[in-house]
């Protein structure tokens, strides 16, 4: 059974850390590209990391440069998001996607391009 998981997500406060990982079961997701998505109600959804599955590029939303981290674990079947310096606009729900092998560059942050979504995890920051 193919399933995507991510987990990690809580309650934290402003400065904290926060660990998201994206477990898949059923395929390898090292072949894939990964994006990390979050969303609140009546706001867009945005990319907020993405790592290419050909060339392993990386994309970070300008927001989080410099305190998110996006990283696999091939052995794990995991890709991870480590989250540093929480603010209060950090809180969504995150969502963890597989797209297309070759995407890179501009097109990672592209949500439409990503095909396959786990169901979410809240990352609630307070101030």
């Known amino acids: 059974q193919v399933q995507l998981a991510e987990s990690g997500g809580g309650l934290v406060q402003t400065g904290g850390s926060l660990r998201l990982s994206c477990a898949a079961s059923?395929?390898?997701?090292?072949?894939?590209?990964v994006g990390w998505f979050r969303q609140d109600p009546g706001k867009e959804r945005e990319a907020v990391s993405c790592?290419?599955?050909?060339?392993?590029?990386?994309y970070y939303a300008d927001s989080v440069k410099g305190r998110f981290t996006i990283s696999r674990d091939n052995a794990d079947n995991t890709v991870y998001l480590q989250m540093n310096s929480l603010k209060p606009e950090d809180t969504a729900v995150y969502y963890c996607?597989?797209?297309?092998?070759?995407?890179?560059?501009?097109?990672?942050?592209?949500?439409?391009?990503?095909?396959?979504w786990g169901q979410g995890t809240r990352v609630t920051v307070s101030s």
């Open positions: 996607a597989t797209g297309p092998h070759l995407l890179s560059g501009s097109e990672l942050r592209v949500w439409r391009a990503y095909d396959y």
């Open positions: 059923g395929f390898s997701l090292h072949y894939y590209s």
């Open positions: 790592i290419s599955g050909s060339d392993g590029s990386t």
